[in-house]
């Protein structure tokens, strides 16, 4: 059974830091890109950081310099530090599972931890 469980969601101030972690279970890690996305209620699901098997890092240019994805496959986690938060980073985030092309594998999706940056 595949599971992507998050943690490390909470509520901080403008200004503050986070680091989100997500464990991975079921799944051959070290073939999956990985990745976190978050979503608004009303607004559709946003790609902010992935990382590829090969540990290759994408991000949405809004967290650019602010947010950092890294991994550890022997413990089939992967993180994101979030420095510099803003209010409009408030979002559930969500850890997706992305496999090769053409190797007969799904994608898989966590169920998400809740990000509030309020004052």
């Known amino acids: 059974q595949v599971q992507l469980v998050e943690s490390g969601g909470a509520l901080v101030q403008p200004g503050g830091s986070l680091r989100l972690s997500c464990a991975a279970s079921g799944i051959t890690f070290k073939i999956y890109a990985m990745g976190w996305y978050r979503q608004v209620p009303g607004k559709q699901r946003e790609l902010v950081a992935t990382?590829?098997?090969?540990?290759?890092?994408n991000y949405a240019d809004s967290v650019k310099g602010r947010f950092t994805i890294s991994k550890d496959s022997a413990k089939n986690t992967i993180y994101l530090q979030m420095n510099s938060l803003k209010p409009e980073d408030t979002a559930v985030y969500l850890c997706?599972?992305?496999?090769?092309?053409?190797?007969?594998?799904?994608?898989?999706w966590g169920q998400g931890t809740q990000v509030t940056v309020s004052s």
């Open positions: 990382i590829t098997s090969g540990g290759s890092t």
């Open positions: 997706n599972a992305d496999p090769p092309r053409n190797v007969g594998l799904r994608a898989y």
